[in-house]
């Protein structure tokens, strides 16, 4: 259910995506101004989840819940706006509402799954794409038979029912659950999954245990740099705005492109996750930030070619929707005893908060160099973040770059005084 309400984040981003080429057109603005509002409502969607820290009293099902109905409101105002300051107003408000998602889902598969958290955060990833990737298709037919406001207004229908099933579905954190496998040791006697206590210094604690740890403090930056690329970011917004103002695609030819690129963002996070927690999820991290490099400026370079930009879109989606749930692996990796929820609402404040910068200066960058100038400082961005990434490698003691060398891992593989072996 987590996943779940992850996917209908990702219809509302991946809808508006599709429909932002529509709305410059039609409300007469550039793209370094819907840069500008893109950047400020995600500084500040970002910055907002560093709040998940102090709504530990509050329920995943609560918190979720609100969030999916706050996005379907966003969405009726948007598409009813009558000038862009107040579509820019509406997606703000989408913005605001929907900063739990991040923070809460990944704390609470972090903490419940600590041997397969690759695996468990890239299927995290890989529902919410699956979110992504049914929606350009019927939002480009919306658009080409009713135009953008019919498209944009039909996302508050699944968004809100989501709500409910989230509302009707969800279990409270506090009540119990049947033992799974990979489920870490620190869940309470009835099987319930409690978020860990702040400790000592509370947040102050959390935040120096981050910043006392290379490798925490290392995925936080390389998450920061990485935002230029990012799937779920960047690339959501300026992709379909090359297919559309860059090369003149129809919006079918548009909403066709993205979810051939979306298609690979679903397949890829699995498999790199699988992998990541068997060969080492920084080392796996490394391949995904170079080859993803390599895609996001091949995007751009192999023109009109329908079946080129397939082949290169399906292999963007693989490595740039790979790199979100390994960094957030090797970020938890390094977070020893810190509380997650805490810790994961501070990364998601500086990487996504400040990261969301990058919309405004690539908005910039397209208005003032072009499409193929945006997508190479994307693709540098990752070219950085592996770099980051490499320094702030674990120590050879105590390091937890894989999941043997975690004492998580370890508490799990050792079998509890007085039980059976097989």
């Given at each position: 259910?987590?996943?779940?309400?992850?996917?209908?984040?990702?219809?509302?981003?991946?809808?508006?995506?599709v429909?932002?080429?529509?709305v410059?057109?039609?409300?007469?603005?550039?793209?370094?101004i819907?840069?500008?509002?893109?950047?400020?409502?995600?500084?500040?969607?970002?910055?907002?989840?560093?709040?998940?820290?102090?709504?530990?009293?509050?329920?995943?099902?609560?918190?979720?819940?609100l969030q999916?109905?706050?996005?379907?409101?966003?969405?009726l105002l948007?598409?009813?706006a009558?000038?862009?300051?107040?579509?820019?107003?509406?997606?703000?408000?989408?913005?605001?509402v929907?900063?739990?998602?991040?923070?809460v889902g990944?704390?609470?598969?972090?903490?419940?799954?600590?041997?397969?958290?690759?695996?468990?955060?890239?299927?995290?990833?890989?529902?919410?794409?699956i979110?992504?990737?049914?929606?350009?298709l019927?939002?480009?037919?919306?658009?080409?038979?009713?135009?953008?406001?019919?498209?944009?207004?039909?996302?508050?229908?699944?968004?809100?029912?989501?709500?409910?099933?989230?509302?009707?579905?969800?279990?409270?954190?506090?009540?119990?659950?049947r033992?799974?496998?990979g489920?870490?040791?620190?869940?309470?006697?009835d099987?319930?999954?409690?978020?860990?206590?702040?400790?000592?210094?509370?947040?102050?604690?959390?935040?120096?245990?981050?910043?006392?740890?290379?490798?925490?403090?290392?995925a936080?930056?390389?998450?920061?740099?990485?935002?230029?690329?990012?799937?779920?970011?960047?690339?959501?917004?300026?992709?379909?705005?090359?297919?559309k103002?860059?090369l003149?695609?129809?919006?079918?030819?548009?909403?066709?492109?993205?979810?051939?690129l979306?298609?690979?963002?679903?397949?890829?996070?699995?498999?790199?996750?699988?992998?990541?927690?068997?060969?080492?999820?920084?080392?796996?991290l490394?391949?995904?930030?170079?080859?993803?490099?390599?895609?996001?400026?091949a995007?751009v370079?192999?023109?009109?070619?329908l079946?080129?930009?397939?082949?290169?879109?399906?292999?963007?989606?693989?490595?740039?929707?790979?790199?979100?749930?390994?960094?957030?692996?090797?970020?938890?990796?390094?977070?020893?005893?810190?509380?997650?929820?805490?810790?994961?609402g501070?990364?998601?404040?500086?990487?996504?908060?400040?990261?969301?910068?990058?919309?405004?200066?690539?908005?910039?960058?397209?208005?003032t160099?072009?499409?193929?100038?945006?997508?190479?400082?994307?693709?540098?961005?990752?070219?950085?973040?592996?770099a980051?990434?490499w320094?702030?490698?674990?120590?050879?003691?105590?390091?937890?770059?894989?999941?043997?060398?975690?004492?998580?891992?370890?508490?799990?593989?050792?079998?509890?005084?007085?039980s059976?072996?097989?």
């Open positions: 259910m987590v996943t779940f309400s992850h996917a209908m984040q990702h219809v509302y981003v991946a809808g508006l995506a429909a932002y080429p529509f410059v057109t039609s409300l007469h603005v550039s793209y370094g819907l840069g500008l509002v893109l950047g400020i409502e995600g500084v500040a969607g970002g910055l907002l989840q560093g709040l998940a820290g102090f709504t530990s009293r509050f329920s995943a099902r609560l918190l979720l819940s999916n109905f706050g996005m379907a409101l966003a969405s948007g598409g009813l009558p000038g862009f300051p107040l579509f820019g107003a509406a997606r703000f408000i989408g913005s605001v929907s900063w739990p998602q991040h923070p990944s704390a609470v598969l972090s903490r419940r799954f600590p041997t397969r958290r690759a695996y468990a955060l890239s299927w995290h990833v890989a529902g919410g794409s979110g992504t990737a049914v929606v350009p019927v939002v480009s037919a919306l658009i080409a038979t009713g135009g953008w406001r019919l498209g944009v207004t039909f996302l508050a229908v699944p968004i809100a029912l989501g709500g409910v099933l989230l509302a009707w579905r969800l279990k409270d954190e506090g009540e119990p659950r033992p799974g496998p489920r870490d040791a620190s869940l309470s006697a099987g319930a999954d409690r978020p860990a206590p702040a400790g000592p210094g509370g947040h102050r604690a959390v935040l120096r245990g981050i910043v006392g740890s290379r490798e925490a403090l290392g936080m930056i390389a998450g920061t740099i990485a935002a230029g690329g990012r799937g779920l970011g960047t690339l959501a917004v300026f992709v379909p705005a090359y297919l103002s860059g003149h695609f129809r919006a079918l030819t548009v909403g066709g492109l993205f979810t051939a979306v298609v690979g963002s679903i397949a890829g996070p699995v498999l790199a996750g699988h992998l990541a927690d068997r060969l080492g999820r920084r080392r796996v490394l391949v995904v930030y170079v080859v993803g490099a390599a895609s996001i400026a995007f370079l192999v023109g009109r070619d079946l080129a930009l397939v082949a290169v879109g399906v292999v963007v989606g693989v490595f740039a929707y790979s790199e979100s749930p390994l960094l957030q692996a090797v970020f938890a990796d390094g977070l020893h005893d810190a509380q997650h929820q805490g810790a994961f501070y990364y998601f404040a500086v990487s996504y908060g400040i990261g969301s910068l990058w919309t405004i200066a690539l908005g910039v960058i397209v208005d160099a072009g499409f193929h100038w945006a997508f190479f400082v994307m693709a540098m961005s990752f070219v950085a973040a592996a980051v990434v320094w702030a490698r674990p120590s050879r003691t105590g390091g937890t770059g894989t999941p043997a060398s975690s004492a998580a891992a370890a508490a799990h593989r050792r079998p509890a005084a007085g059976a072996t097989t």
